[in-house]
């Protein structure tokens, strides 16, 4: 139990565009979701958290315009990255906490995001 | 802000030698999480520790919390290539978020 998946696994995109990242909870409900992204051999950074049916909360530096968080329902979250630049080509990895108040987190697989 | 400070940052170690991974953090912790992310995998989550003092046990693997729940250690005995991997700890922020260590990237040579 407790799976969460993403989509797409990777995606390669030109300069400019905007990409749309899901994660979903398949198998609990997630009040919180979380989007971290890890640059290679480094820890994971939190960019944000989400809320069902409120705004995300983003960590400093992130800037909210850019990385535009939806979580609509309580078992999706989704992440766009507008106007994408190389500098945005990482891993990015959703992770979700279960309604049911465990401090665990579920992650997904994560999202290559590769910007040319 | 809070941070959680992890060493060391690369290990090395013949097969069945010990392993220890500490995380040290600059504030009080709700609680700590230990994960381990193999290459080109996701993290996944190995244990909660929640109170002062606890020690957790998963057959090799022995998780420590702090009395001050500001440090924490994770102790592999007799490692085998199967725990090749970086281990990451995650401190429990006041937001229910989690402030990650930086890992520590366990190599074992057979």
């Known amino acids: 139990g407790a799976v969460v998946s993403q989509h797409p696994s990777w995606v390669i995109c030109k300069s400019g565009t905007s990409v749309k990242i899901e994660c979903r909870s398949l198998?609990?409900?997630?009040?919180?979701m979380f989007w971290y992204r890890q640059f290679p051999k480094q820890s994971l950074m939190l960019m944000a958290t989400?809320?069902?049916?409120?705004?995300?909360?983003?960590e400093q530096g992130v800037e909210k315009d850019k990385f535009l968080i939806n979580h609509a329902s309580l078992t999706l979250s989704t992440l766009t990255v507008t106007s994408a630049h190389p500098e945005d080509s990482s891993f990015y990895i959703c992770?979700?906490?279960?309604?049911?108040?465990?401090?665990?987190?579920?992650f997904g697989p994560g999202t290559r995001l590769t910007v040319t | 802000g809070q941070q959680v400070m992890q060493i060391p940052q690369y290990q090395h170690v013949q097969e069945g030698e010990d392993f220890t991974t500490y995380c040290n953090s600059s504030?009080?912790?709700?609680?700590i999480q230990w994960y381990k992310q193999r290459p080109g995998g996701h993290p996944v989550f190995l244990i909660q520790?929640?109170?002062?003092?606890e020690v957790k046990k998963q057959k090799r693997l022995t998780f420590q919390f702090g009395e001050a729940k500001k440090n924490s250690s994770l102790h592999i005995t007799a490692t085998q290539t199967t725990d090749v991997g970086t281990y990451f700890c995650?401190?429990?922020?006041?937001?229910?978020?989690?402030?990650f260590g930086k890992g520590t990237k366990l190599s074992v040579k057979p």
């Open positions: 992770s979700a906490t279960p309604t049911s108040g465990s401090f665990k987190q579920y």
């Open positions: 198998d609990f409900q997630a009040t919180t």
């Open positions: 989400s809320n069902e049916g409120s705004k995300a909360t983003y």
């Open positions: 504030t009080t912790l709700s609680n």
């Open positions: 520790l929640v109170k002062s003092g």
């Open positions: 995650a401190g429990g922020g006041s937001q229910g978020n989690l402030i």
